[in-house]
């Protein structure tokens, strides 16, 4: 199992630039998640999905797409790189219980992607 | 919405000393989950620890153990014998019941530093 991947691990954009961070995971995992981590800061939620073809915001949604056609993929949208999207992004993914309660679901992270807009 | 509160940004200990990094947090739910995480210089997230809420019993993983203290909401990381390899960032993150379906919350992070 290789788990979660990201590419690419490193990227520079231009002000106004777009692009799209890739997120792979191997494990059957249903639900996916996507954070950033600002220097000096904890990651901080992007947006999430708990299935194929559903997908909801989390505490920093604005300047950010997802889509989530597959069990396997979950990638992130930058429309019109801003300075304030520079950050290290994570992927995540855990198996989810749909029923709730009291289900704990280790969240596995990919290895990280840096992103540098100037 | 939860929060959750690291209030040590930084923490130097000398090898094979015990270190504890603090940790609160605030919620209106009554069961969820707590852990903490190490990110080494790599940036990879490792999950050391976690806890319920509804579990009385502090958690313990070989060197790294909790204290969970429900009604004060504090739930601090004691490594002992801390070795070189310790050296990281370590991040108390919260999760509400459900599966996780709406991730995780994280605090700041304490950058700890192990000298030899």
């Known amino acids: 199992n290789a788990g979660v991947t990201q590419t690419p691990k490193f990227r520079i954009l231009k002000i106004g630039q777009s692009m799209t961070l890739q997120c792979t995971q191997d494990m059957n995992h249903n639900y996916m998640y996507w954070y950033r981590q600002d220097p000096g800061m904890g990651l901080k939620l992007i947006y999430y999905s708990v299935g194929a073809g559903i997908t909801d915001k989390g505490e920093v949604p604005n300047g950010y797409n997802v889509s989530r056609s597959t069990t396997e993929d979950f990638p992130l949208r930058l429309e019109l790189a801003a300075p304030s999207q520079t950050s290290v992004y994570f992927c995540?993914?855990?198996?989810?219980?749909?029923?709730?309660?009291?289900?704990?679901?280790?969240?596995?992270f990919g290895p990280g992607t840096r992103l540098t807009v100037l | 919405a939860q929060t959750v509160t690291q209030s040590q940004p930084e923490m130097s200990v000398q090898e094979a000393e015990t270190v504890t990094l603090s940790c609160t947090y605030d919620t209106s739910e009554s069961n969820y989950y707590l852990f903490w995480y190490k990110q080494p210089p790599s940036r990879q997230m490792i999950l050391v620890i976690r806890?319920?809420?509804?579990?009385?019993q502090n958690a313990t993983e070989n060197r790294f153990s909790v204290n969970f203290q429900k009604a004060a909401k504090s739930f601090s990381l004691k490594i002992s014998d801390s070795q070189l390899g310790d050296t990281a960032m370590y991040f108390c993150a919260f999760m509400k019941p459900g599966g996780g379906a709406d991730g995780l919350t994280f605090g700041k992070g304490t950058h700890l530093i192990i000298q030899p």
């Open positions: 995540a993914s855990s198996y989810g219980h749909q029923m709730g309660g009291y289900h704990y679901n280790e969240q596995f």
């Open positions: 806890q319920e809420a509804y579990k009385q």
